[in-house]
């Protein structure tokens, strides 16, 4: 992103700007899944058919037809593994999935079920892929609307509607070990 000068505002004056919309990087922009099928977590290989995910809180449910903006392509984990695994890692955080975006979206998200896509039409291609244009991120060149092809993805996705609240089954607080210093000390 080019630098952006914004004014120091004046004591008791307010200031609005409009900020750039983020290029695509900033998202997560994915490319297609290689199958040309759409983003769940029944196709990415943090999930585990035990309906849990490597990175979210272990006693959150989280069904093959979920999808958050972590997904990475892949097979999924029959089980999830005991250790070594993140979940026994003292001081390691679960991902928020407010901050996922972790949401049930029956049959996966792909750019052309968002609503900021805007088809263009089979004459017309992303990275060799025929797409359209997404008006929630800039291309490249800090300009929106970036191309995107119709099965491309990113943490921007939304289809309008309100995002599903996951909640744990067993909400307990967890507690952490405090961090040792370079001696192996706890602070």
């Excluded at 928020?96 to 089979?122: A, F, K, N």
């Excluded at 800039?138 to 099965?151: C, F, K, R, T, Y």
Aim: glycine share 8%; proline share 14%; net charge negative.
């Amino acid at each position: 992103m080019a630098d952006v000068e914004i004014p120091l505002p004046i004591v008791g004056q307010d200031v609005v700007k409009d900020a750039p919309l983020p290029e695509p990087w900033g998202v997560l922009l994915a490319h297609p899944n290689p199958d040309g099928s759409r983003k769940s977590c029944v196709n990415c290989m943090m999930w585990a058919r035990t309906d849990q995910c490597a990175i979210h809180d272990p006693d959150l449910i989280i069904e093959a037809d979920h999808i958050c903006g972590y997904h990475v392509f892949g097979t999924p984990m029959e089980v999830m593994p005991t250790r070594p695994s993140i979940h026994d890692q003292p001081n390691i955080q679960y991902v928020d999935p407010d901050y996922s975006g972790l949401d049930s979206v029956p049959g996966g998200t792909s750019c052309d079920l968002c609503m900021y896509y805007e088809p263009i039409g089979e004459n017309y291609e992303a990275d060799g892929v025929e797409g359209g244009l997404c008006h929630q991120i800039s291309a490249l060149d800090e300009n929106p609307p970036a191309p995107v092809g119709p099965l491309m993805c990113c943490a921007a996705w939304d289809d309008g509607s309100e995002p599903e609240t996951l909640e744990p089954e067993n909400p307990e607080p967890v507690e952490t070990p405090p961090m040792p210093d370079s001696e192996g000390n706890p602070y």
